[in-house]
């Protein structure tokens, strides 16, 4: 079983919807959860972190759910530019190294 | 301030031709990382190094060697290249951040083609 899974999509929305991409991560002892957010055929970049709290930025919503070990991601008014892969990312106990999901892909249309 | 750089972008290799991929960060941070990214799989991890001086093995370090020549430099070998090789490197680094996060800054890959 993978460490992070998630649906590789794609997943393709008009502009102005609402999407929502969830992961799962099988180690119950990971620390810091994070989405990043990839361009074709560019770096990840870090969008946003997710707080146990769940957490807002502008159009993004985080949340993670500890005791089902997922981390959800929405996306609301959907824009063109956000057309791109995004990463579930994970960090396990005493590990600075990072563990990627292998990324769903959303293509917003016109 | 230009963060992660790496060199070269892109690279064509013979098997068995040697190549060393540099990368370098400008934010004085202590980790740095290489990952490699190949198609429907996420980035894994080849080699880390927490701090200047030391080194760990990742996710998959075998036929690749690492250097950390200082805190800016960490630069990663391939000895004796082989096409499953072949996929999109990428150099990363990270300081503890808010709630211990250690988010990570990446470069912007190299390209390598074995053939």
């Known amino acids: 079983r993978k460490e992070v899974e998630q649906d590789p999509g794609p997943f393709n929305v008009p502009e102005g919807a609402t999407v929502a991409f969830n992961c799962t991560y099988s180690?119950?002892?990971?620390?810091?959860f994070f989405w990043y957010r990839q361009d074709c055929r560019k770096e990840p970049k870090l969008l946003m972190s997710?707080?146990?709290s769940g957490n807002e930025d502008g159009r993004f919503t985080a949340q993670l759910n500890r005791a089902s070990q997922y981390i959800s991601l929405l996306i609301r008014d959907s824009k063109l530019s956000d057309s791109a892969t995004y990463l579930c990312?994970?960090?396990?106990?005493?590990?600075?190294?990072?563990?990627f999901g292998s990324g769903t892909r959303l293509q917003v249309q016109p | 301030n230009a963060g992660v750089t790496q060199t070269p972008k892109f690279q064509v290799l013979k098997t068995g031709q040697s190549m060393t991929l540099q990368c370098a960060q400008d934010?004085?941070?202590?980790?740095m990382y290489w990952y490699r990214q190949d198609p429907g799989m996420g980035l894994r991890l080849i080699y880390y190094?927490?701090?200047?001086?030391?080194?760990d093995k990742g996710e998959v370090p075998n036929g690749y060697n690492v250097s950390r020549l200082n805190k800016r430099e960490f630069s990663l070998r391939l000895e004796s290249a082989a096409p499953s090789q072949t996929s999109v490197y990428f150099c990363?680094?990270?300081?503890?951040?808010?709630?211990?996060?250690?988010?990570?800054?990446f470069g912007p890959g190299t390209r390598l083609t074995v053939t």
């Open positions: 990363a680094s990270s300081e503890p951040g808010v709630q211990g996060s250690y988010e990570q800054y």
């Open positions: 180690n119950s002892a990971s620390q810091s």
């Open positions: 997710v707080y146990s």
């Open positions: 990312v994970v960090r396990g106990t005493g590990r600075r190294a990072l563990t």
């Open positions: 934010m004085n941070h202590n980790s």
């Open positions: 190094s927490a701090s200047e001086g030391t080194t």
